[in-house]
């Protein structure tokens, strides 16, 4: 890349986002990019207005793009708006974030100056209800999620993954774009194809992109449910992945249950249930004390939809395990 502002295009998959999207729009076209900025966004058959509205927000701006994605899948979406996109610049995006200001020039500073293939940073996952703030805090702790720095911060420097990314669209090609079988942890999946193939995948603490939680515990625990099954997926087909931080939530699952079962006939079996809800109540509680009783009160009960949602899911797997 030899031009200091190389034109961009910023690709966002959106389904069921009428709550969102014009917000996560305005967020991108707010963006101090002196170079040329474009948006695509690829539109699923939603059960709300999102196409309504994003019909709206392409007659408002004339850099931003509507395709159809006639199947509803991320991947798809996702390939779809790459097709369509103009520039050699890829910036990810979702219908249900906001990217921080200075955040595109700063990605394609940082790729620049280190050559990598993909340049992310921090999910700042932000609720506007008490429920929503509480799984921020989950999502933003160790406790909740585990160490990777996407989450819970960092230094810079090369990583697994990054939330969302910013890609230099030669790369995407090199490894065939977002792999379609994958309903969910198709961003993990590529990343991984992407350091198997040499390439470097940088984290930088300074890019943060605001997420919007769920906003109940029906839709959280569907939420990790499917997470933990495309988790066992990338797993599986990639074995050498295997990590600690995703195997806990299934062995935590695991040992309630057995802990819950066997306690009925041997009782120090329940110290395994109730070692977990000590945990957990004692940390959501501290996690949440200075958001208010409100908040804080919730926090154990939305960690514990977490962790047992994604282990379900990761046990149950998908149709191809």
């Known amino acids: 890349m030899s031009l200091p502002y190389p034109p961009v295009s910023v690709i966002m998959p959106v389904l069921n986002e009428e709550r969102h999207l014009a917000e996560a729009v305005r967020s ?14 690829a539109v699923g058959p939603s059960r709300d207005r999102t196409l309504q ?19 509803g899948r991320t991947p798809d979406s996702l390939n779809a708006a790459l097709a369509a996109a103009r520039h050699e610049i890829i910036v990810r995006m979702d219908g249900h974030g906001e990217l921080s200001p200075g955040y595109i020039a700063r990605a394609v500073r940082v790729m620049q100056e280190t050559g990598a293939a993909n340049v992310g940073g921090v999910m700042a996952a932000e609720g506007q209800t008490d429920f929503e703030r509480a799984v921020a805090l989950a999502m933003r702790s160790r406790l909740g999620l585990g160490s990777a720095r996407f989450h819970v911060g960092g230094p810079p420097g090369p990583a697994e993954t990054v939330f969302l990314g910013v890609f230099q669209r030669d790369w995407l090609r090199r490894v065939g774009g977002y792999d379609s079988t994958y309903s969910r942890a198709q ?33 959280l625990a569907r939420q990790y449910f499917t997470t933990g099954q495309w988790r066992r997926r990338v797993m599986r087909q990639h074995p050498s992945s295997v990590s600690a931080r995703y195997l806990a939530p299934p062995v935590a699952l695991v040992a309630v249950v057995a802990g819950g079962v066997g306690g009925l006939v041997w009782r120090p079996a329940l110290l395994a249930p ?46 191809r395990d």
């Open 28 to 41: 991108v076209l707010a963006q101090e990019y002196a170079g040329e900025l474009e948006v695509v966004v």
């Open 53 to 71: 509205v994003a019909e709206e927000v392409v007659a408002s701006d004339p850099r931003v793009t509507l395709v159809q994605n006639p199947t």
């Open 187 to 219: 961003d993990w999946e590529m990343n991984w194809r992407i350091r198997q193939m040499g390439g470097t995948v940088w984290f930088d603490p300074e890019l943060e992109v605001t997420y919007r939680p769920r906003p109940d515990f029906g839709a």
């Open 274 to 319: 109730l070692g977990y809800a000590v945990a957990v109540t004692v940390g959501g509680l501290a996690m949440g004390a200075r958001q208010g009783p409100s908040v804080a009160l919730r926090v154990p009960a939305v960690l514990t939809t977490m962790h047992m949602a994604w282990g379900a899911g990761f046990l149950r797997g998908t149709s």
